[in-house]
T-cell receptor, first 114, second 109 residues
Framework: DTGVSQNPRHKITKRGQNVTFRCDPISEHNRLYWYRQTLGQGPEFLTYFQNEAQLEKSRLLSDRFSAERPKGSFSTLEIQRTEQGDSAMYLC????????????FGQGTRLTVV | RKEVEQDPGPFNVPEGATVAFNCTYSNSASQSFFWYRQDCRKEPKLLMSVYSSGNEDGRFTAQLNRASQYISLLIRDSKLSDSATYLCVVRRDAGKSTFGDGTTLTVKP
């Protein structure tokens, strides 16, 4: 499968625990994006990377959230001290840099905080 | 006010109908425009890009009006398989894309 891969697909965690999600983009894509989506809403931008550099971070992203892309390939999104309001689908997407190019999404990680 | 606004619907139409969705955006610096389709509990997938001159892909026609900051999607001869949520997407630069909350379409036999 050469698409965007996200792991795990589902995560249930207790409030206060830390969780980490992984995204493997399409191999030649140097841009990688994280979005969050809740029921009835469109995907909400969290952050994006070009290669290993984190170029933009949403103001919605509290200091409990951190993302990394250490070698410009896969990325991780960590949420510390999870809250019930963090329950959502976390979507990763990747694209090429140049031109008006499509972003391809992974199937997402569904987080439930209980 | 949201940066990208769509009528949430739902739109319930019979097979064969023509249906149109609208989207408005507030950031005049927006450069690229797209329609994505999202099936229930699946990831969004690109349906088509939207160009100033308007563009067509089979039964789907997209239009952009930069002066009015308005984007539309027209679906002709609706099929059952067109049932999905349609997301309007606006990109300011080559990075962040802003999604609308989507318009839900149900095509009925």
């Amino acid at each position: 499968d050469t698409g965007v891969s996200q792991n795990p697909r589902h995560k249930i965690t207790k409030r206060g625990q830390n969780v980490t999600f992984r995204c493997d983009p399409i191999s030649e894509h140097n841009r990688l994006y994280w979005y969050r989506q809740t029921l009835g809403q469109g995907p909400e931008f969290l952050t994006y990377f070009q290669n290993e550099a984190q170029l933009e971070k949403s103001r919605l992203l509290s200091d409990r959230f951190s993302a990394e892309r250490p070698k410009g390939s896969f990325s991780t999104l960590e949420i510390q001290r999870t809250e019930q309001g963090d329950s959502a689908m976390y979507l990763c997407a990747s694209s090429l840099v140049q031109g008006d190019t499509e972003a391809f999404f992974g199937q997402g990680t569904r987080l439930t905080v209980v | 006010r949201k940066e990208v606004e769509q009528d949430p619907g739902p739109f319930n139409v019979p097979e064969g109908a023509t249906v149109a969705f609208n989207c408005t955006y507030s950031n005049s610096a927006s450069q690229s425009f797209f329609w994505y389709r999202q099936d229930c509990r699946k990831e969004p997938k690109l349906l088509m890009s939207v160009y100033s001159s308007g563009n067509e892909d089979g039964r789907f026609t997209a239009q952009l009006n930069r002066a009015s900051q308005y984007i539309s999607l027209l679906i002709r001869d609706s099929k059952l398989s067109d049932s999905a949520t349609y997301l309007c997407v606006v990109r300011r630069d080559a990075g962040k894309s802003t999604f609308g909350d989507g318009t839900t379409l149900t095509v009925k036999p």
